[in-house]
């Protein structure tokens, strides 16, 4: 069998594909990938053929502020029109155009795409081929869908599609990783729904600090922006001047393309480093500091970790919200981070029970989600 993935150019856009990818390769199944040319030697590195495609989220960004004067002024959740923009607007058609040679060339049995490459279910659908889209976290919430939709069935009919499906958003399949607490798309009530269990993945390079696994004698807080906003040294200056005044062992990551020197002096007690393996790091981890991004929330409750929510844009808002409606973490905005707020905030986390209880009962539900060996072997049954 031969299963195509596509995902645009980022780690939280691939990297929830791949559990599922790697699945269907310890099946004996032909995986390929297309995606942005930024990504494809790292995927080649994970022993997956790799093909250019579509454009950038970073180029959708610039082009949709470019047609839509105004967008660049926009800040807070209010960002979510720029989102709807790039993701229904500039990167679908681009996505179209370079898969469907893609497809007639390596002729796959089935495509699955991440939640927002939409390009790709066209794609598939004209190729006459089932295309399964892979959730990284709760559903598009409706205000998104309502802007989305009619650019979608207008790429749609300017492909020669006359009736373009009503719901253009979610695939013919849908595959689920959101555990219930945090939303899942069971209100959706779509016809094919299959449950996939979330699994925190990070590139095999780079080590633990040898102190982290050392770091007994006191709790253990990691900070991250993920790879998209590193470049907000003011946040992290302020989350590490705040946990520079608890009795805790802090780890800061700044990305794979920021800057540690940038970040300026740090108190004693907190380190920071470019890039950790997120999945080894997580055993060690007490409480994180995060953007909250669905791949750090999820892969942090798979391990059972409260969370202080600084959402930076994009759906890092909603899954903040979801989080402290599950009673799993605690919500900063972007103009309520302090050094006074991050210390009070990760102080309640770890001394409040409950938060620590709620998130392990989220783990609870992950663990309680079929894994990819089983979603793999199912959906090769449709084909």
């Not at 839509?68 to 979510?80: I, N, R, S, V, Y």
């Not at 720029?82 to 007639?104: C, H, Y």
């Not at 004209?126 to 790429?155: C, D």
């Not at 080590?207 to 770091?215: F, M």
């Amino acid at each position: 069998m031969k299963v195509l993935f596509c995902g645009r150019p980022a780690y939280g856009h691939l990297h929830p594909l791949i559990p599922l990818a790697m699945a269907f390769q310890s099946r004996g199944d032909e995986v390929s990938f297309a995606t942005g040319d930024k990504f494809v030697s790292r995927l080649e590195a994970l022993g997956f053929a790799a093909y250019p495609v579509g454009r950038s989220i970073l180029w959708a960004e610039e082009e949709a502020i470019r047609r839509h004067p105004g967008f660049e002024k926009l800040t807070g959740p209010d960002k979510a029109h720029l989102g709807a923009a790039m993701f229904s607007e500039m990167l679908p058609p681009e996505t179209v155009d370079d898969l469907l040679p893609l497809i007639a060339r390596i002729n796959p049995h089935m495509v699955i795409y991440e939640q927002a490459d939409f390009g790709a279910y066209l794609a598939a659908s004209l190729a006459g081929i089932p295309a399964p889209i892979h959730s990284y976290g709760a559903p598009w919430p409706q205000f998104m869908t309502e802007k989305m939709v009619p650019n979608l069935r207008r790429l749609w009919q300017s492909h020669g599609v006359s009736d373009p499906p009503d719901d253009p958003m979610h695939g013919n399949i849908y595959l689920d990783i959101s555990p219930p607490s945090l939303g899942d798309a069971a209100q959706l009530g779509l016809a094919h729904r299959i449950v996939l269990r979330p699994v925190p993945f990070a590139e095999p390079v780079g080590e633990l600090p040898g102190w982290v696994e050392g770091n007994r004698d006191r709790p253990t807080v990691y900070m991250t922006l993920g790879t998209v906003v590193y470049e907000r040294v003011d946040v992290f200056r302020a989350v590490a001047e705040g946990l520079g005044r608890l009795d805790v062992g802090a780890l800061v990551a700044v990305g794979p393309d920021g800057d540690v020197g940038a970040l300026g002096p740090l108190p004693p007690n907190v380190r920071a480093e470019l890039f950790v393996p997120q999945d080894r790091l997580f055993p060690f981890v007490d409480v994180i500091v995060h953007h909250c991004g669905s791949g750090t929330m999820l892969g942090g409750l798979s391990n059972g970790i409260p969370q202080l929510a600084i959402p930076q844009g994009a759906d890092q808002f909603l899954n903040a919200a979801a989080l402290a409606g599950a009673g799993a973490g605690i919500p900063l905005m972007p103009d309520e981070i302090t050094p006074d707020r991050v210390a009070a905030g990760v102080t309640r986390l770890l001394d409040e029970p409950t938060f620590k209880q709620q998130a392990q009962r989220i783990q609870s539900e992950i663990q309680a989600m079929p894994a990819p060996s089983e979603v793999a072997q199912l959906l090769a049954g449709l084909v």
